[in-house]
């Protein structure tokens, strides 16, 4: 009997990946950018019907026909969803392509080749043709996008970094938008944000798919000046400019302030106020806001005044710590009337002080100055004056010879010369509130002396420097330590230096010999 099953037996069936009909482009994998994929479009294999006719007459057996109707296999294709490139870059088609299941060998092909040369979505056809055959078709679609080379983009003047946009370097094309946020592109050079504060055309340099363009941004102003607008109070006949009414101010141009119109500043009682901004580039704002305008008729103020005494033929210094202020001017001159003094007769002799604000308000102080004779005495009570104010019983002897050393340091001003006495010079270094190193180192001496702290007058090695220099040295908890109030342009402060401070700044080559002195002279030195 006829084995009708050898006869048709079937082959067993395998499923393999398809092959490409063209080789993968390598350069155009690692370039193009991806879309989610989707499902190939499936299509039934041609339904084969075999008619198979034996004629069994040798056998007297009658004639069988069998209709073996073989079953459809179908293609299965997974497709990138589209991919993006620069122009210019080609695409094979086998790269849209991500699996295949057929049972034999296929082929790809663009059933029409895309025009990589045409910026913008095109719709395009693959079509996978096995070796029966068979031909499945499936749809995607490619993005061809380019950068704007010659004209670049246009920020904003004052834009941060990281908010510059560098998509928006692409050459505009709506059909672009689905794939816009994935196409490739850094900055490989860009600008810094002193640039981007400030108009002007940059270049810049963009990695697209890793190549280098070159293209521009382009920083314009476009925004007008920002500010808050505040209300002020003036004095009559003071005159605010524009920008008193605006506080923070700010434009990354250049930009002026002006009234509109301008105030009447002669005018008592609040006014409405109008300040434009406008930078170089033609943007303003505009402000509005209130000024009320006040009479001022408060006198100035006249401080730091006192009855002065100082010994026949002094040179009298009638301003030392006297000033004049005003509510409306602020710190302002003031005159002095010594007319009715002589300092050659002893006496008491009426001073004026006056001051006159800009509103015409007047202040005016007199006081009284007495010429005497120069005595110790006297020059005592005006050290005990000055005590007074800078010594109090809770202190040390260090904080007493500190503020000795910053009084007599702060309040006299080295120039001229003294003489080589000791109440003298004090005598006419307090009148005057200057003179030499000896003025300073009597007063500081009286004062050391008159606190109770033990000190000792020391001199300069005659020859070491081209001139003598006057000091102390101050005895404090048992040590003893230089004392020296006189200014100096070394910087130098010279309070309670120890032995070895001193050599060190008559050793320096700027000061060489400033601290030179005999050591058998004087007390060891800490």
């Known amino acids: 009997m006829f084995d009708i099953a050898k006869l048709f037996s079937s082959k067993s069936k395998r499923n393999k990946k398809a092959t490409a009909g063209k080789s993968v482009n390598e350069d155009n994998k690692k370039t193009a950018s991806k879309n989610k994929p989707v499902k190939a479009v499936k299509t039934k294999k041609k339904t084969i019907i075999t008619v198979i006719c034996a004629s069994l007459i040798a056998v007297g057996a009658p004639i069988a026909v069998f209709f ?37 060998n296929v082929s790809i092909d663009f059933k029409e080749p895309p025009d990589f040369s045409v910026i913008g979505k095109q719709d395009i056809s693959i079509i996978i043709k096995d070796e029966d055959r068979n031909i499945t078709e499936v749809l995607t ?58 108009v002007g055309n940059y270049d810049v340099s963009i990695l697209l798919n890793d190549i280098p363009i070159s293209s521009k941004i382009n920083v314009k102003d476009t925004t007008p000046p920002t500010g808050n607008p505040i209300s002020i109070d003036v004095w009559l006949g003071k005159t605010p400019e524009p920008l008193d009414f605006i506080e923070d101010a700010h434009d990354y141009s250049e930009f002026t302030a002006v009234f509109q119109p301008e ?20 943007n303003s704002a505009e402000f509005t806001s209130t000024l009320t305008i006040t009479k001022d008729t408060i006198p100035p103020e006249i401080r730091g005044v006192q009855d002065l005494t100082f010994a026949r033929g002094a040179n009298i210094i009638y301003r030392t710590g006297v000033t004049a202020w005003d509510n409306a001017d602020g710190d302002i001159d003031f ?32 006081i009284t100055l007495t010429v005497v004779e120069f005595t110790p005495e006297s020059v005592m009570e005006t050290i005990d004056n000055i005590l007074v104010d ?72 005659p020859g070491a420097r081209s001139t003598n220099h006057y000091w102390s040295l101050i005895e404090i908890d048992g040590q003893w330590y230089h004392f020296d109030s006189t200014p100096n342009i070394f910087g130098v402060q010279g309070f309670m230096l120890t032995a070895q401070q001193a050599a060190n700044i008559s050793a320096n080559s700027r000061s060489r010999g400033y601290y030179a002195y005999d050591p058998s002279l004087y007390p060891p030195i800490a």
């Open 68 to 104: 073996i109707l073989n079953a459809p296999v179908r293609s299965t294709v997974t497709i990138e969803g589209g991919l993006a490139i620069a122009i210019g870059e080609t695409l094979s088609p086998d790269i849209f392509v991500k699996d295949i299941i057929d049972n034999t």
């Open 141 to 198: 679609k490619i993005f061809i996008f380019d950068i704007n080379k010659n004209e670049g983009i246009t920020i904003e003047v004052g834009t941060p970094l990281t908010e510059i946009p560098i998509r928006d370097f692409l050459i505009k094309d709506d059909s672009l938008a689905e794939m816009r946020d994935i196409i490739p592109m850094v900055f490989e050079k860009s600008i810094n944000q002193t640039q981007a504060d400030t």
């Open 263 to 282: 105030p009447d500043f002669t005018l008592e009682g609040t006014q409405e106020i109008t300040v434009i901004l406008r930078d170089i580039w033609g």
């Open 335 to 366: 005159e002095v009337d010594s007319s009715a003094v002589n300092i050659d007769v002893l006496g008491e002799y009426p001073v004026v002080y006056t001051a006159v604000d800009s509103s015409g308000n007047a202040a005016s102080i007199t």
């Open 390 to 461: 800078i010594i109090d019983d809770s202190m040390n002897d260090t904080e007493k010879a500190r503020a000795i050393h910053r009084w007599v340091r702060g309040r006299i001003s080295y120039g001229g010369s003294a003489d080589r006495e000791v109440y003298r010079a004090a005598h006419r270094g307090l009148q005057r509130r200057t003179g030499d190193c000896y003025t300073y180192f009597a007063i500081s001496k009286l004062m050391l002396d008159r606190v109770g702290i033990n000190n000792v007058d020391i001199t300069r090695t």
